[in-house]
Protein backbone atom coordinates (compact mmCIF):
# COMPACT_ATOMS: atom_id res chain seq x y z
CA UNK A 1 0.00 0.00 0.00
CA UNK A 2 1.34 3.61 -0.76
CA UNK A 3 -0.11 6.61 1.07
CA UNK A 4 -1.19 10.15 -0.95
CA UNK A 5 2.16 10.76 -1.51
CA UNK A 6 3.43 7.50 -3.43
CA UNK A 7 5.39 6.80 -0.68
CA UNK A 8 4.91 3.38 0.65
CA UNK A 9 3.76 2.68 4.01
CA UNK A 10 6.62 1.42 5.84
CA UNK A 11 10.15 1.45 5.56
CA UNK A 12 11.60 -1.97 3.84
CA UNK A 13 14.92 -1.60 6.23
CA UNK A 14 12.58 -2.47 9.15
CA UNK A 15 13.10 -5.75 8.82
CA UNK A 16 16.69 -5.30 9.49
CA UNK A 17 16.26 -4.26 13.12
CA UNK A 18 15.03 -7.94 13.73
CA UNK A 19 17.82 -9.56 12.33
CA UNK A 20 20.26 -7.87 14.72
CA UNK A 21 18.33 -8.77 17.57
CA UNK A 22 18.51 -12.36 16.54
CA UNK A 23 22.28 -11.82 15.91
CA UNK A 24 22.39 -10.28 19.40
CA UNK A 25 20.37 -13.10 21.05
CA UNK A 26 23.00 -15.70 19.94
CA UNK A 27 26.03 -13.56 20.63
CA UNK A 28 27.20 -12.57 17.47
CA UNK A 29 26.69 -8.61 17.86
CA UNK A 30 29.62 -6.69 16.09
CA UNK A 31 31.12 -3.37 16.95
CA UNK A 32 33.72 -0.89 15.68
CA UNK A 33 36.22 -0.14 18.39
CA UNK A 34 38.50 2.89 16.62
CA UNK A 35 42.05 2.51 17.86
CA UNK A 36 44.15 5.53 19.34
CA UNK A 37 46.84 6.73 16.98
CA UNK A 38 49.58 5.16 19.04
CA UNK A 39 49.36 2.10 21.08
CA UNK A 40 49.55 2.97 24.94
CA UNK A 41 53.11 2.28 26.46
CA UNK A 42 52.03 -0.52 28.11
CA UNK A 43 49.55 -1.86 25.75
CA UNK A 44 50.27 -5.09 23.84
CA UNK A 45 48.77 -5.57 20.42
CA UNK A 46 48.10 -9.27 19.65
CA UNK A 47 45.05 -8.86 17.16
CA UNK A 48 46.50 -6.55 14.30
CA UNK A 49 48.23 -8.83 11.62
CA UNK A 50 50.81 -6.51 11.30
CA UNK A 51 53.42 -9.36 12.05
CA UNK A 52 56.41 -7.90 11.36
CA UNK A 53 56.23 -4.38 13.10
CA UNK A 54 56.54 -2.50 9.54
CA UNK A 55 52.61 -0.31 10.18
CA UNK A 56 54.32 2.14 12.09
CA UNK A 57 57.99 1.91 11.12
CA UNK A 58 59.36 5.44 10.02
CA UNK A 59 60.89 4.53 6.68
CA UNK A 60 57.55 2.80 5.67
CA UNK A 61 55.35 5.94 6.98
CA UNK A 62 58.21 8.17 5.27
CA UNK A 63 58.15 6.29 1.91
CA UNK A 64 53.97 6.39 2.00
CA UNK A 65 54.06 10.29 2.43
CA UNK A 66 56.78 10.78 0.18
CA UNK A 67 54.24 8.87 -2.36
CA UNK A 68 51.71 10.95 -1.24
CA UNK A 69 53.89 13.85 -2.31
CA UNK A 70 54.61 12.78 -5.45
CA UNK A 71 51.95 10.67 -7.00
CA UNK A 72 48.91 12.06 -4.63
CA UNK A 73 46.59 10.74 -1.67
CA UNK A 74 44.70 8.84 -4.21
CA UNK A 75 45.09 6.59 -7.64
CA UNK A 76 42.71 9.01 -9.30
CA UNK A 77 41.18 6.25 -11.67
CA UNK A 78 41.04 2.31 -12.76
CA UNK A 79 44.84 1.30 -13.42
CA UNK A 80 43.91 1.05 -17.18
CA UNK A 81 42.86 4.75 -16.99
CA UNK A 82 44.77 6.79 -14.76
CA UNK A 83 45.61 5.12 -11.62
CA UNK A 84 48.79 3.25 -12.78
CA UNK A 85 52.14 4.91 -11.77
CA UNK A 86 55.88 3.70 -11.86
CA UNK A 87 55.69 2.82 -8.69
CA UNK A 88 53.20 0.33 -8.92
CA UNK A 89 55.62 -0.98 -11.59
CA UNK A 90 58.14 -1.22 -9.05
CA UNK A 91 56.27 -2.69 -6.73
CA UNK A 92 55.56 -5.41 -8.50
CA UNK A 93 59.24 -6.16 -10.18
CA UNK A 94 60.44 -6.44 -6.33
CA UNK A 95 57.30 -8.85 -5.28
CA UNK A 96 57.70 -11.05 -7.80
CA UNK A 97 61.40 -10.78 -7.68
CA UNK A 98 61.30 -11.38 -3.79
CA UNK A 99 59.05 -14.71 -4.37
CA UNK A 100 60.47 -15.93 -7.55
CA UNK A 101 57.42 -15.85 -9.43
CA UNK A 102 57.89 -14.32 -12.99
CA UNK A 103 55.39 -11.75 -12.52
CA UNK A 104 53.21 -9.82 -10.73
CA UNK A 105 49.90 -7.27 -10.76
CA UNK A 106 48.75 -5.83 -7.51
CA UNK A 107 45.26 -4.92 -6.95
CA UNK A 108 43.96 -2.47 -4.09
CA UNK A 109 43.21 -5.23 -2.08
CA UNK A 110 43.88 -8.81 -1.06
CA UNK A 111 40.20 -9.59 -1.57
CA UNK A 112 39.75 -8.31 -4.79
CA UNK A 113 43.31 -10.18 -5.67
CA UNK A 114 41.41 -13.77 -5.01
CA UNK A 115 38.22 -12.38 -6.63
CA UNK A 116 40.23 -11.38 -9.33
CA UNK A 117 41.90 -14.34 -10.17
CA UNK A 118 39.45 -17.25 -9.36
CA UNK A 119 36.77 -15.71 -11.58
CA UNK A 120 39.30 -14.56 -14.52
CA UNK A 121 40.53 -18.48 -14.84
CA UNK A 122 36.95 -19.95 -14.27
CA UNK A 123 33.89 -20.81 -16.60
CA UNK A 124 31.61 -23.40 -18.11
CA UNK A 125 34.83 -25.65 -18.53
CA UNK A 126 36.47 -25.53 -15.36
CA UNK A 127 36.12 -27.15 -12.15
CA UNK A 128 37.42 -25.39 -8.59
CA UNK A 129 38.41 -27.46 -6.28
CA UNK A 130 38.60 -25.97 -2.64
CA UNK A 131 39.39 -26.85 1.01
CA UNK A 132 36.16 -26.29 3.23
CA UNK A 133 38.10 -23.89 5.44
CA UNK A 134 39.52 -21.25 2.29
CA UNK A 135 39.51 -17.96 3.57
CA UNK A 136 36.38 -15.83 2.78
CA UNK A 137 37.45 -14.28 -0.43
CA UNK A 138 38.10 -17.60 -1.83
CA UNK A 139 34.67 -18.95 -0.99
CA UNK A 140 33.05 -15.72 -2.18
CA UNK A 141 34.97 -15.98 -5.38
CA UNK A 142 33.94 -19.80 -6.15
CA UNK A 143 30.29 -18.47 -6.06
CA UNK A 144 30.75 -15.45 -8.68
CA UNK A 145 32.58 -18.45 -10.91
CA UNK A 146 29.86 -21.08 -10.03
CA UNK A 147 27.64 -18.06 -10.96
CA UNK A 148 29.16 -18.23 -14.42
CA UNK A 149 29.07 -22.38 -14.58
CA UNK A 150 31.96 -23.59 -13.03
CA UNK A 151 31.85 -26.24 -11.30
CA UNK A 152 32.99 -26.24 -7.23
CA UNK A 153 33.76 -29.34 -5.28
CA UNK A 154 35.04 -29.49 -1.76
CA UNK A 155 37.94 -31.17 -0.24
CA UNK A 156 38.38 -32.12 3.47
CA UNK A 157 40.58 -29.71 5.06
CA UNK A 158 44.39 -29.50 4.77
CA UNK A 159 43.66 -33.32 2.99
CA UNK A 160 45.69 -33.84 0.02
CA UNK A 161 44.28 -37.26 -0.03
CA UNK A 162 40.24 -35.82 -0.45
CA UNK A 163 42.12 -33.39 -3.17
CA UNK A 164 43.32 -35.71 -4.91
CA UNK A 165 40.02 -37.49 -5.39
CA UNK A 166 38.13 -34.57 -5.85
CA UNK A 167 40.82 -33.80 -9.16
CA UNK A 168 39.98 -36.76 -10.29
CA UNK A 169 36.16 -36.96 -10.20
CA UNK A 170 35.49 -34.02 -12.49
CA UNK A 171 35.13 -34.42 -15.82
CA UNK A 172 35.04 -30.71 -16.58
CA UNK A 173 38.36 -29.54 -19.47
CA UNK A 174 40.54 -27.40 -16.62
CA UNK A 175 40.59 -28.01 -12.94
CA UNK A 176 41.56 -25.37 -10.63
CA UNK A 177 42.66 -26.57 -6.78
CA UNK A 178 41.65 -23.25 -4.34
CA UNK A 179 43.70 -23.45 -1.07
CA UNK A 180 44.83 -21.19 1.74
CA UNK A 181 48.49 -21.50 2.43
CA UNK A 182 48.32 -20.24 6.18
CA UNK A 183 44.52 -21.14 7.32
CA UNK A 184 44.07 -17.81 9.20
CA UNK A 185 41.79 -18.75 12.45
CA UNK A 186 44.46 -21.51 13.47
CA UNK A 187 47.21 -21.01 11.62
CA UNK A 188 48.14 -23.85 10.18
CA UNK A 189 50.13 -24.84 7.36
CA UNK A 190 48.45 -27.06 4.45
CA UNK A 191 51.25 -29.58 2.97
CA UNK A 192 51.06 -27.59 -0.40
CA UNK A 193 53.75 -29.65 -1.85
CA UNK A 194 51.02 -32.56 -1.76
CA UNK A 195 48.40 -30.25 -3.20
CA UNK A 196 51.34 -29.57 -5.96
CA UNK A 197 51.74 -33.20 -6.60
CA UNK A 198 48.50 -33.93 -6.95
CA UNK A 199 47.50 -30.69 -9.47
CA UNK A 200 50.97 -32.22 -11.20
CA UNK A 201 49.69 -35.45 -11.96
CA UNK A 202 46.34 -34.59 -12.87
CA UNK A 203 47.38 -31.43 -15.01
CA UNK A 204 45.14 -29.08 -12.73
CA UNK A 205 47.08 -25.76 -11.50
CA UNK A 206 47.18 -24.63 -8.51
CA UNK A 207 46.25 -21.05 -6.94
CA UNK A 208 47.12 -20.33 -3.47
CA UNK A 209 46.23 -17.34 -0.95
CA UNK A 210 49.26 -16.71 0.73
CA UNK A 211 47.99 -13.94 2.76
CA UNK A 212 49.13 -15.18 6.02
CA UNK A 213 52.64 -16.85 4.35
CA UNK A 214 54.17 -13.71 2.59
CA UNK A 215 57.01 -12.08 5.24
CA UNK A 216 56.52 -14.83 7.65
CA UNK A 217 57.36 -18.84 6.37
CA UNK A 218 60.24 -19.59 3.99
CA UNK A 219 63.97 -17.81 3.87
CA UNK A 220 63.62 -14.41 4.86
CA UNK A 221 60.11 -14.60 4.98
CA UNK A 222 59.73 -15.56 0.95
CA UNK A 223 56.20 -16.99 0.90
CA UNK A 224 54.02 -21.05 1.54
CA UNK A 225 55.24 -21.72 -2.15
CA UNK A 226 59.34 -20.87 -1.70
CA UNK A 227 59.07 -22.77 1.60
CA UNK A 228 57.92 -25.73 0.12
CA UNK A 229 60.33 -25.94 -2.98
CA UNK A 230 57.28 -24.07 -5.22
CA UNK A 231 59.50 -20.92 -5.73
CA UNK A 232 58.62 -20.32 -9.36
CA UNK A 233 57.19 -23.65 -10.41
CA UNK A 234 54.91 -24.14 -13.63
CA UNK A 235 51.44 -24.10 -12.67
CA UNK A 236 51.37 -22.43 -10.12
CA UNK A 237 49.95 -18.84 -8.44
CA UNK A 238 49.78 -16.88 -5.44
CA UNK A 239 47.43 -13.88 -4.20
CA UNK A 240 48.71 -12.57 -1.55
CA UNK A 241 48.17 -9.19 0.62
CA UNK A 242 50.16 -6.18 1.31
CA UNK A 243 48.11 -5.48 4.61
CA UNK A 244 49.87 -7.80 6.78
CA UNK A 245 53.46 -8.73 7.11
CA UNK A 246 54.07 -5.47 4.50
CA UNK A 247 52.19 -3.57 7.17
CA UNK A 248 50.37 -1.38 4.22
CA UNK A 249 46.94 -2.17 2.37
CA UNK A 250 46.29 -4.01 -1.09
CA UNK A 251 46.79 -6.73 -2.51
CA UNK A 252 49.09 -8.85 -5.68
CA UNK A 253 48.64 -12.14 -7.96
CA UNK A 254 52.27 -13.86 -7.84
CA UNK A 255 52.68 -16.19 -11.19
CA UNK A 256 53.75 -16.88 -14.51
CA UNK A 257 53.73 -13.61 -16.81
CA UNK A 258 50.95 -15.16 -19.22
CA UNK A 259 48.63 -15.38 -16.35
CA UNK A 260 49.42 -11.79 -15.24
CA UNK A 261 48.37 -10.70 -18.63
CA UNK A 262 45.40 -12.35 -18.78
CA UNK A 263 44.35 -10.92 -15.23
CA UNK A 264 45.31 -7.26 -17.10
CA UNK A 265 42.49 -7.80 -19.52
CA UNK A 266 40.12 -9.62 -18.02
CA UNK A 267 39.86 -9.56 -14.47
CA UNK A 268 37.14 -7.50 -13.30
CA UNK A 269 38.29 -6.53 -9.91
CA UNK A 270 41.02 -5.13 -11.75
CA UNK A 271 39.71 -3.71 -14.61
CA UNK A 272 37.12 -1.82 -13.21
CA UNK A 273 37.96 -0.82 -9.59
CA UNK A 274 40.27 2.20 -8.52
CA UNK A 275 44.01 1.40 -8.58
CA UNK A 276 45.94 1.20 -5.11
CA UNK A 277 46.70 4.04 -3.85
CA UNK A 278 50.69 5.51 -4.18
CA UNK A 279 50.47 6.07 -0.49
CA UNK A 280 50.06 2.16 -0.24
CA UNK A 281 52.27 1.09 -2.82
CA UNK A 282 54.96 3.21 -1.41
CA UNK A 283 54.84 1.80 2.17
CA UNK A 284 54.61 -1.50 0.74
CA UNK A 285 57.51 -1.30 -1.25
CA UNK A 286 59.88 0.40 1.49
CA UNK A 287 58.59 -2.62 3.89
CA UNK A 288 59.67 -5.22 1.10
CA UNK A 289 62.83 -3.59 1.35
CA UNK A 290 62.82 -3.63 4.71
CA UNK A 291 62.40 -7.21 5.29
CA UNK A 292 64.72 -7.80 1.72
CA UNK A 293 67.47 -6.12 4.39
CA UNK A 294 66.68 -7.49 7.65
CA UNK A 295 65.63 -11.21 7.29
CA UNK A 296 66.24 -12.27 10.96
CA UNK A 297 62.53 -10.43 11.69
CA UNK A 298 60.65 -13.74 10.22
CA UNK A 299 62.49 -16.12 12.26
CA UNK A 300 62.29 -13.73 15.42
CA UNK A 301 58.18 -13.82 14.87
CA UNK A 302 58.18 -17.92 13.95
CA UNK A 303 60.10 -18.41 17.06
CA UNK A 304 57.95 -16.04 19.23
CA UNK A 305 54.50 -17.69 18.36
CA UNK A 306 55.97 -21.12 19.22
CA UNK A 307 56.88 -19.97 22.58
CA UNK A 308 53.57 -18.18 23.34
CA UNK A 309 51.94 -21.39 22.48
CA UNK A 310 54.17 -23.65 24.40
CA UNK A 311 53.30 -21.49 27.41
CA UNK A 312 49.89 -21.18 26.98
CA UNK A 313 49.50 -25.22 26.68
CA UNK A 314 51.64 -25.45 29.78
CA UNK A 315 49.13 -23.64 31.42
CA UNK A 316 46.20 -25.99 30.36
CA UNK A 317 45.25 -23.77 27.73
CA UNK A 318 43.80 -25.39 24.33
CA UNK A 319 46.13 -23.52 22.24
CA UNK A 320 47.00 -24.68 18.16
CA UNK A 321 50.61 -25.38 17.54
CA UNK A 322 51.73 -22.59 15.09
CA UNK A 323 53.29 -23.18 11.62
CA UNK A 324 53.19 -19.31 11.47
CA UNK A 325 52.64 -16.26 13.30
CA UNK A 326 48.86 -17.46 14.49
CA UNK A 327 47.95 -18.64 18.12
CA UNK A 328 44.81 -19.85 18.38
CA UNK A 329 43.04 -20.49 22.13
CA UNK A 330 39.81 -22.70 22.73
CA UNK A 331 37.10 -21.20 24.46
CA UNK A 332 34.15 -22.91 25.33
CA UNK A 333 31.13 -21.40 24.10
CA UNK A 334 30.50 -17.79 22.25
CA UNK A 335 29.75 -15.95 25.35
CA UNK A 336 33.06 -17.60 27.03
CA UNK A 337 34.89 -16.23 23.80
CA UNK A 338 33.43 -12.45 23.97
CA UNK A 339 34.19 -11.98 27.85
CA UNK A 340 37.74 -13.65 28.03
CA UNK A 341 38.27 -11.20 25.14
CA UNK A 342 37.23 -8.10 26.84
CA UNK A 343 38.78 -8.90 30.11
CA UNK A 344 42.07 -9.28 28.01
CA UNK A 345 41.26 -5.84 26.30
CA UNK A 346 40.29 -4.57 29.91
CA UNK A 347 44.15 -5.09 30.96
CA UNK A 348 45.65 -3.64 28.27
CA UNK A 349 46.24 -6.77 26.10
CA UNK A 350 44.14 -6.49 22.80
CA UNK A 351 42.98 -10.50 21.18
CA UNK A 352 41.10 -11.51 18.18
CA UNK A 353 38.05 -12.98 19.07
CA UNK A 354 36.36 -15.69 16.77
CA UNK A 355 33.00 -16.89 16.36
CA UNK A 356 30.73 -18.86 14.71
CA UNK A 357 29.43 -18.35 11.85
CA UNK A 358 33.33 -17.01 11.20
CA UNK A 359 35.02 -19.87 11.95
CA UNK A 360 34.55 -23.12 9.53
CA UNK A 361 34.70 -26.10 12.63
CA UNK A 362 32.12 -23.95 14.82
CA UNK A 363 34.35 -23.77 17.87
CA UNK A 364 34.64 -20.03 19.82
CA UNK A 365 38.21 -18.96 20.15
CA UNK A 366 40.96 -16.20 20.94
CA UNK A 367 42.95 -15.73 18.20
CA UNK A 368 46.47 -14.55 19.07
CA UNK A 369 48.47 -12.65 16.11
CA UNK A 370 51.99 -12.25 17.19
CA UNK A 371 54.45 -9.20 16.10
CA UNK A 372 57.89 -9.75 15.50
CA UNK A 373 58.71 -6.76 17.12
CA UNK A 374 57.00 -7.64 20.66
CA UNK A 375 60.13 -6.97 23.65
CA UNK A 376 60.29 -10.19 26.11
CA UNK A 377 58.69 -8.15 28.15
CA UNK A 378 55.40 -7.75 26.25
CA UNK A 379 55.08 -11.54 25.61
CA UNK A 380 55.73 -12.05 29.88
CA UNK A 381 52.71 -9.57 29.89
CA UNK A 382 50.17 -11.21 27.71
CA UNK A 383 50.92 -14.54 28.62
CA UNK A 384 49.71 -13.94 32.16
CA UNK A 385 47.16 -11.81 30.87
CA UNK A 386 45.47 -14.15 28.37
CA UNK A 387 45.70 -17.27 31.36
CA UNK A 388 45.01 -15.20 34.68
CA UNK A 389 42.00 -13.88 32.47
CA UNK A 390 40.06 -16.92 31.26
CA UNK A 391 36.83 -17.67 32.72
CA UNK A 392 36.72 -20.50 35.16
CA UNK A 393 35.93 -23.76 32.89
CA UNK A 394 38.50 -22.75 30.08
CA UNK A 395 40.94 -25.23 28.90
Known amino acids: MHDEDGMGDSDPFERLGAAAAERAAAGLTRRL ?22 SRHPEVAEAAAAAARRW ?8 LVTGDTLLHRELEEELADFSGAEAALVFSSGYTANLGVVTALADGSTALVC ?13 LAKARGAQVLLFDHADSATAEAALAGSAREHRILLSDTVFSVDGDLTD ?19 AH ?27 VTLSKALGAQGGAVLGPRPLIRHLVETARTFIFDTGL ?27 LARRISAELTSAGLAATAPDA ?24 VDVGCFRPPSVPD ?11 DLTDAQVDRALETVVGTRPRGSG
Not at 192 to 210: M, N, Q, S, T, W
Request: charged letters at 25%; aromatic letters at 2%; one cysteine or more.
Open 33 to 54: RPRPPQEAPDAVDLAGNDYLGF
Open 72 to 79: GAGATGSR
Open 131 to 143: DRHNHASLIDAAR
Open 192 to 210: IAALARACAEDGAALVVDD
Open 213 to 239: GLGVVGEGGAGALSAAGLRGAPGTAAA
Open 277 to 303: APPAAGAALAALRLLRAEPERPRRLRS
Open 325 to 348: AVVSVLADSREEAVAWAGACRAAG
Open 362 to 372: GRSRLRLTVRA
